[in-house]
């Protein structure tokens, strides 16, 4: 056995790294936590996002819908026309046909990017998230 002067400075050394370890295990876990609160926000950040992009994209497929039905009308109006001979009539639904076709491919393209914004967001909001999956988080 060691004398008491030696085990008491052993006491006292391992208390004093004991509680210092303890205080930066407490800072660490807390910068970790803080870490991961900032990191759960982005991704219900990026969440509402691609929500919100999945809403503009079944609105614009929802316009096309209908552009494409009031163009089908006016071509078959059209085809009337040319029946019945009336050409001032064919002319404007004519043009209108022109019209809406070219705001369905606008609508077509505007689709395309809204898809191409979620994706990239949602790809994004992955490659993020990937890193952090060790923790056990989700």
Avoid at 90 to 95: A, R
Avoid at 105 to 123: D, F
Wanted: hydrophobic share 35%.
């Amino acid at each position: 056995m060691f004398p008491v002067e030696v085990q008491a400075t052993t006491r006292i050394h391992h208390k004093y790294w004991t509680d210092k370890y303890s205080f930066y295990a407490k800072t660490y876990d807390s910068v970790n936590m803080m870490e991961v609160k900032r990191l759960k926000a982005e991704v219900s950040i990026v969440d509402e996002v691609i929500e919100a992009l999945k809403v503009k994209e079944d609105e614009a497929e929802s316009r096309i819908g209908l552009r494409t039905a009031e163009n089908e009308k006016i071509k078959k109006e059209v085809h009337l026309c040319k029946v019945e001979g009336t050409n001032k009539e064919k002319v404007e639904l004519q043009v209108q046909v022109v019209e809406l076709t070219v705001e369905v491919a606008n609508l077509r393209q505007q689709l395309n990017e809204v898809r191409e914004a979620a994706v990239n967001e949602h790809g994004a909001h992955f490659r993020e998230t990937d890193k952090y999956d060790g923790l056990n988080l989700y």
